[in-house]
């Protein structure tokens, strides 16, 4: 079964201490990760995505295909930093996928002055 | 261009009753998907449209049900709602629909 799991619920730093938000998951074949953000009173957003290996906003993930894992990482956080967090996945291939994306519960990221 | 917008924004409904929400899609995204938000399930998945075609459907009732339009707006119907059914409704629009989904600020459902 296709299944993320983002095991806390509540993430609580100081600025300036490094973050990682994490992310498992389980998937037979090869998927497609994301992090998506969402900020006090806006929209979901997408934050990265692991084709990409982007670093947006400070943050960077890595797929650790070994792991089943996709933990996003900051090494100094900011206050406008708190926000939810919610891993995701997409399975299949390009062209060929089906394209909903299958969510974890989020994490709620809070980062104390 | 302009994001994607749903409507109404809020909702209060009463049990038995049905309900249709909408979904403007960003100008030139033509794949639609649709999914719950609730404080205990999290975000699930409801349908996913492309060129008027339901292309997947996620683990509902029949009661749900949705059409996609020519011109890529969407439409998602509740029938004889439940108090269950009250949640947060996400519409979210790509170009195709194995490429970036981008979020609308969501439809807001109260089923009294």
Redesign the interface.
Same mark, same amino acid.
């Given at each position: 079964a296709q299944r993320v799991t983002q095991p806390e619920k509540l993430l609580s730093v100081f600025k300036g201490a490094p973050v990682e938000l994490k992310c498992n998951y389980s998937y037979s074949g090869s998927p497609e990760l994301f992090w998506?953000v969402q900020y006090s009173r806006q929209?979901?957003?997408?934050l990265l995505?692991h084709i990409s290996r982007e670093s947006i906003k400070g943050f960077t993930a890595d797929l650790n295909k070994g792991e089943t894992s996709f933990h996003l990482k900051k090494p100094f956080a900011q206050e406008e930093d708190s926000a939810m967090y919610?891993c995701a996945l997409?399975g299949?291939n390009?062209?060929g996928?089906?394209?909903?994306?299958?969510?974890?519960?989020?994490t709620k990221l809070s980062v104390k002055p | 261009k302009a %994001?994607?917008t749903q409507t109404p924004r809020y909702l209060i409904k009463t049990r038995g009753q049905q309900v249709t929400l909408s979904c403007s899609p960003i100008s030139g995204h033509r794949?639609v998907?649709w999914?719950q938000q609730t404080p205990g399930q999290?975000?699930?998945?409801l349908f996913?449209y492309?060129s008027e075609t339901q292309?997947?459907k996620?683990n509902f009732p029949g009661r749900f049900s949705g059409r996609q339009f020519s011109n890529s707006r969407s439409e998602m119907n509740v029938s004889t709602l439940e108090l269950g059914d009250s949640a947060l409704y996400?519409c979210?629009s790509?170009p195709l629909?194995?490429e970036?989904?981008?979020?609308?600020? %969501?439809t807001r459902l109260l089923v009294l």
């Open positions: 998506y929209r979901l957003q997408l995505r919610y997409r299949g390009y062209g996928s089906q394209g909903n994306l299958i969510f974890g519960k989020g | %994001g994607v794949s998907s999914y999290g975000l699930q998945f996913e492309f292309r997947n996620g996400l979210a790509s629909p194995w970036t989904q981008y979020f609308g600020p %969501g």
